[in-house]
């Protein structure tokens, strides 16, 4: 007794369903709360942990259901048609919509950027336009550097408070620094880093420095660096892009910096301290990112810094077409516009998938009506007519499967008839081969191997070997006209008289004489029969031989290959006076035979194989391959051969029996 097996949980009661569900609620959680404040580091990883969780869930899933729920849900043919509809429809125009939305994401993101820097740009002019001045009062009078730093520094102190200036030598001409300003953010430098003075046209760039009072918080600052015209010193101008700084920029770009991604080779912690502060990271259409070129200051090792800004798309709009009512009403009109498209889009699309479910229905309709009607027909009721009304191609296939319905007793008649048809051929197949030797025999000093392939189901070709003494042995090949079963019954009465012939009749010429006499008797008048009958005599060392209008024999010796062609005319024509001009044309041929000689014979089938340009594989083909392969058994002999012979043909079918007997005489009886 089995036990039955338990159900299957809800699939939501599966860990990917749990999980599924879990990482749903913290995802959704999440994204909420980043429309209203930026998240924190450790949010922001678990953010990203819970992204990933989200999707194995989903991949999860979809392997579990879909392999479940796949032959069920796509039984029915309207559910395909419907389902194509969705992926020939709404699929395009999502990713069609995806693609815009990445599109403008990347546009978005672009042009925040080049918003931020083009704000930051303006202010860096500035700062390096009083850089340049102050090195070209310092070039005209060297002598005293703190008046000139002290004119620049009261010139911009209003507006930039935090700057501050420096004179730092370059060479040790250069005198010792001086500086004016806070210096609050770092230090005054002293003395310029040693690969500034490789930058002939000084430094104008952004440094990162570490806040004193926030302990693993990063500044960035504005700094330049303009070498006065004798090249022994710099005017050094350092502004930090403080709260001031950052209020200005989005005054000017519409973006504000929200945090920065200090690198190590910029200056920033080791790559072992744990992760730089976060940026901020990208919102659609409300954060977006830019990069800055910075360089540290000792080692002169470029880098790049990440600004993380808070750019929403609807003030760089504003920012790009003007804050005037103009621009309001025209942004006004424009989200009127695409609200209308999206109304008149989802009612098209809305409408077409109505018409498709109308149309799926009328189809699938037909649909289930022929299935009805097969399943009737499976249940033997052939005078089920289906009816659809339809004057379309439904409707055709309707009226095919109706005649198609009124005809299957026919056609199930004419299996019945093929079948019985098959299994008479397959008796008579078996009788044929029970008619064949099932080996040749063993006779001392004589190898013998064979070889009967049919082209059909029951073939003319026949073989068969005749101990007749010791030391002698008859050999038969003969090739019945016709194929099928008529060929098999003609062959067993050939195997009866042959066996009796054999035992009286000593001459191969008076036996194949006797042979006429009698089939002429039995066979049809469009039958008739070729053969070739040897007897290897191997106490005289000779082979006597006559064939009647069959296909010559091969005689391989040392020396040469001869074909052996005997005059002769077929067995069991009726015509008048056919025996006496078959006993006068039928000659008995005998040759001396000797060890190491090879005797092949055949039927056509062998010898008329047709390759697909029509070539003929021809008797000297074939006793030119015998005398190549004189020195190999007789087995190997015939297997070297029928590889021959199918290499030639290649792949087309044999279109006649293939039999052949390879004789190799080994050695001679003693007298």
Known sequence: MTTPSAPRPP?????????????????????????FTTLSLFV??????????????????????????????????RRKLILSYVFLGFVPVLLIVALTVVFGLIMYLNLAGYMFNNGLGEIRNAITQSAETAATELSLNPSNPTDALRRRYNNLASKYPALSLAVIPLRPEGGTAVSAGAWRHTPAPTQAPPWLASFGGGFRGIVAVPIVSVPGEWMLVLRTAIPTTDGNRAVLVDLPINEAIVTEIEARSQTRMEGIAVPQKCGGPPADAGTPPATGGVSLFKRSTASLECRNWETGDPD??????????????????????????????????????????????GSALLMGGLLARTITYAVHELFQGTERVQQGDFTHRI???????????????????????????????????????????????????????????????DLCEPAREVGGDYYDFFELGPGRLGVMVADVSGKGTSAALYMAELKGLMLALSRREHSPRRLLIEANRMLAEHLDNRSFITMTYAVIDLNLGQMTCARAGHTPMIVASADISEVVTPSGMVLGLRLPNAAELFESILEEHTRPIAPGDVIVLYTDGITEAMNDKGDLFTDEALAKIVQELQHLDAAEIRERVVREVRAFVGDLEPHDDMTMIVLKLEGMRES
């Open 44 to 77: 922001d990883t678990l953010r990203k942990v819970t992204l990933l969780g989200w999707i194995v869930s989903v991949i999860a899933l979809l392997v579990k259901v879909l392999p479940q729920q796949r032959r069920r849900f796509l039984w029915r043919v």
């Open 304 to 349: 790049t810094v990440v600004v993380g800004l808070h750019a929403p798309f609807a003030r760089l709009y504003a920012r790009l077409t003007g804050s005037s009512q103009t621009s309001a009403a025209l942004e006004g009109n424009i989200w009127v516009v695409v609200s209308v498209l999206g109304f008149l889009f989802i009612l098209i699309q």
């Open 387 to 449: 009816k659809i009304d339809t004057g379309d191609q439904l409707g055709d296939l309707a009226n095919s499967f109706n005649r198609m319905s009124s005809s299957i007793e026919h056609l199930l008649h004419v299996q019945r008839e093929k079948q019985r048809l098959d299994d008479e051929l397959r008796i008579a197949r078996d009788i044929q081969k029970s008619l064949l030797p099932a080996a040749p025999p063993a006779f001392a000093g004589l190898g013998i191997a």
């Open 11 to 35: 699939i939501f009661r599966t860990l990917p369903g749990r999980l599924f569900i879990l990482t749903s609620i913290l995802l959704g959680v999440m994204l909420l709360a980043m429309q």
